[in-house]
């Protein structure tokens, strides 16, 4: 049920950006049941296929810190990439520094990234922006366990596809929404 949800939303996104169709924005009377299915555009395969390769792609990132497999953020960053984490972390380039920064920042805690509200924008054959809400849980270890620091943001991402036709993150901001809530001791072991 959430899976159709999502793809009813992204085809309003895609709608909006997308200058081949003809979006009729929703008035402010509920839209009956029996025209909902035939209420969006037909889903575009080609940005859709785009789309599920980004998505499934940045879903490799909470893999990669929460699994503590730093090196695997080589199947999300570009060699080059460029990635703003906000203070304290700042701008991290290139990819071999966003890999060591992260693992060093997150060396005493366990972690959970979870990630929410998110828009795909494929704006042209190569070229694609992403804005993806997330809260990552940070988890103490040892005399910090039970402890735990939540920060709530949003990843910003640029991406560029490669020669093999996958995509990576060639520019990050991290951009927070909140202070971090909690016991900011469980960073330091
Ligand atoms: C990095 O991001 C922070 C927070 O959004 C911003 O204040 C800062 O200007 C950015 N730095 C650069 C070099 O863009
Ligand atoms: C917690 O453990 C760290 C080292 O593991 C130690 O430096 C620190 O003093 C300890 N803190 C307390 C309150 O016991």
Sequence with gaps: MRFFTSVALLSIATAVTASDHELQPFGTAPIP???LPTSFPP???QRSGVIEAI??????????IDGKNFAALSNVFAADAVANYSAPLNVLTPLSTIESVLEASTACVTTQHHFGTQLIDPLSPSVAESIT?????????????GQVAYAYGQYQDTWNRQ???????????????????G???VFLC
Excluded: E
């Design 33 to 35: 049941a029996a025209s």
């Design 43 to 45: 889903v575009d395969t």
């Design 55 to 64: 998505r499934n792609t940045l879903a490799l990132y909470p893999f990669a």
């Design 133 to 145: 809400y997330y809260t990552a849980s940070h988890f103490g270890t040892g005399n910090q366990t």
């Design 163 to 181: 020669h093999d036709g996958s995509w990576r993150i060639v520019h990050r901001n991290l951009v927070y929404m909140g202070p971090i809530i």
């Design 183 to 185: 016991n900011q001791a």
